[in-house]
Each structure stands twice: as structure tokens, then as C-alpha cells.
Nanobody, 127 residues
């Protein structure tokens, strides 16, 4: 069992940066794939970024590629999402998720692959 909790959201001006953190519990955290998703008002939750359980591969949605970076610190049981060049379209609630599954790369972009979810943290980008 893994519990995850996001932090680091807030209000930022367009063009600015934020770093979200996802603190996870559990001794096997380092063996989990980790993902970030977001849900904007009136829209469905969407995939943003994921980190393969091996830590060797990252996946990004086209909308954030080149601007967002996912990383992990296993010693701190924490995953990060560095967000740069933010714009109004990035305004959403951001969710962290963890998966123990061993699946093909594509599946790490899907919500159903993840078993454990945080409560979300709000990111608001003012234009």
C-alpha cells in the first residue's frame, strides 16, 4: 500500500515556474511508476507526465513537453514536477499517482494503470 500527497501548488503569473512535490509512503516506493495528471474546470482529467518504475524513462503529454520535467528522489520518497513557462491553459488541479504495475510504456499514460492517487493541488496561472 502506498499513500501519496501533493504539495507546491499556488498562484503564478504566466511565464513563471512552479515545482510540485508528491510525497509517498511505503517501503517499495522506488519500485513504483509515478504519474502526474491534471484536471481543468469543466474538463476531464488528463495525463501530464510519468516516470517508469525503473527511473530510466519519462513520458510527457505533447502539451507540456519541453516545459515540464518529472523526476524522483527515492531517498526522500518524493516525485517532483518542475513546471516552466506556465500559461493560463495550465490552470488545473494536479494529481500525483503511483502504480506497481509492469506494463508497456503507453499504459503509463493512462489513469487506469495507477492504483494510488493523491487529493490534488491547485495550480492557477494568471495571464
Amino acid at each position: 500500500q502506498v499513500q501519496v500527497a501533493e504539495s507546491g501548488g499556488g498562484l503564478v503569473q504566466a511565464g513563471g515556474s512552479l515545482r510540485l512535490s508528491c510525497a509517498a509512503s511505503g517501503r517499495t516506493f522506488s519500485s513504483y511508476a509515478m504519474g502526474w495528471f491534471r484536471q481543468a474546470p469543466g474538463k476531464e482529467r488528463e495525463f501530464i507526465a510519468a516516470l517508469h518504475w525503473s527511473g530510466l524513462t519519462t513520458y510527457y503529454a505533447e502539451s507540456v513537453k519541453g516545459r515540464f520535467t518529472i523526476s524522483r528522489d527515492n531517498a526522500k520518497n518524493t516525485v517532483y514536477l518542475q513546471m516552466n513557462s506556465l500559461n493560463a491553459e495550465d490552470t488545473a488541479v494536479y494529481y500525483c499517482a503511483a502504480s506497481p504495475k509492469r506494463v508497456g510504456s503507453y499504459y503509463y499514460t493512462l489513469e487506469g494503470t495507477y492504483d494510488y492517487w493523491g487529493q490534488g493541488t491547485q495550480v492557477t496561472v494568471s495571464s
